[in-house]
């Protein structure tokens, strides 16, 4: 990074990250940052720190469109496995963004300094995800950017820029734990297909997302122990406030059992819409 843009330190350098349109850029300054902060090189906040963006830096690719628009295909066709891997690199894109903005956005929160040893390892596994799956693309002859994609990851975050313990009730304790619900098929359709390679990305990532629901759900139980609420009760209250829609079963009860995620938070909710 001698070259790169000058990380000032956490919050700026979660945020130079942010802010780049340049995906290499991107994951490198991410990984980069993330490496010093565990090497305590770092200070949390500078007044040198740029400002966050309202929205993330992207290329011109690929083009964003409503949810309802990103078509389903087949497995068993390589057009069908592209459009599932370009969807999952940009659901792992998202991730490092929704990550280092919990660090940026949240690093005046008086939070212990672990809180930021976790989401800087989300970060950088994000970013590890990502390349994964990129560079699997290109070894199918296609690259992220090639197709649609929607931004509904982003808009489910951006309701909770004011309120960390929403943010977390939001992304790892729904979205993230969506990934541990749905992978495990996947995983297995691919292997059905005879794609290995694929598979194992996928492994990759289904074992380091039980560690981010962890991390998040961590994170949202010592907030709720320090304000002395029930965190079930909490994080219905917070979903019913702060997210569109319902959740969908099935549920990989177990992984998100593992992960610190009860049935006590999310059955009550599978009807749950706010709008």
């Known amino acids: 990074m001698a070259d790169g843009p000058k990380i000032t330190s956490l919050r700026g350098g979660a945020t130079l990250a942010i802010s780049s349109a340049d995906l290499d850029v991107k994951t490198s300054v991410a990984q980069e940052t993330a490496t010093r902060w565990f090497e305590r090189r770092l200070s949390l906040r500078s007044p040198l720190d740029p400002a966050l963006p309202l929205r993330p830096g992207r290329p011109d690719k690929p083009e964003l469109v409503p949810p309802k628009a990103v078509g389903k ?5 390589k057009p069908g496995r592209i459009a ?12 490092v963004d929704l990550a280092l903005d919990i660090v940026a956005r949240f690093a005046t929160e008086p939070v212990p300094a672990s809180f930021f040893d976790g989401w800087m390892t ?4 994000e970013a590890k995800h990502f390349r994964m799956v990129r560079d699997r693309l290109r070894d199918l002859g296609a ?11 982003w808009q489910a975050a951006h309701s909770t820029r004011n309120d960390l313990t929403a943010r977390l009730a939001v992304v790892p304790l729904i979205l993230e734990a969506r990934g541990l619900d749905v992978t495990p098929s996947l995983q297995a359709k691919m292997r059905e297909t005879g794609d290995m390679e694929s598979a194992v990305v996928l ?3 289904y074992n380091d997302e039980k560690g981010h629901v962890a991390i998040g759900a961590k994170w949202f139980r010592f907030l709720c122990a320090r304000e002395r609420k029930d965190p079930a009760r909490t994080f219905q ?7 569109r829609g319902s959740l ?3 549920f990989n009860d177990v992984a998100r059992a593992e ?9 009550s909710l599978t009807a749950t819409s706010s709008g």
């Open 248 to 250: 969908k079963p099935p």
């Open 122 to 125: 989300v970060a950088f596994e």
């Open 203 to 205: 492994d990759v990532i």
């Open 84 to 95: 599932l891997l370009h969807a999952i690199a940009h659901i792992e894109l998202n991730a």
């Open 73 to 77: 295909r087949s497995l068993h066709t």
């Open 143 to 153: 690259d992220y950017g090639d197709l649609p994609a929607h931004d509904g990851l």
């Open 259 to 267: 992960a610190g995620l009860t049935p006590s938070f999310y059955r």
């Open 237 to 243: 209250e917070l979903v019913r406030a702060n997210f």
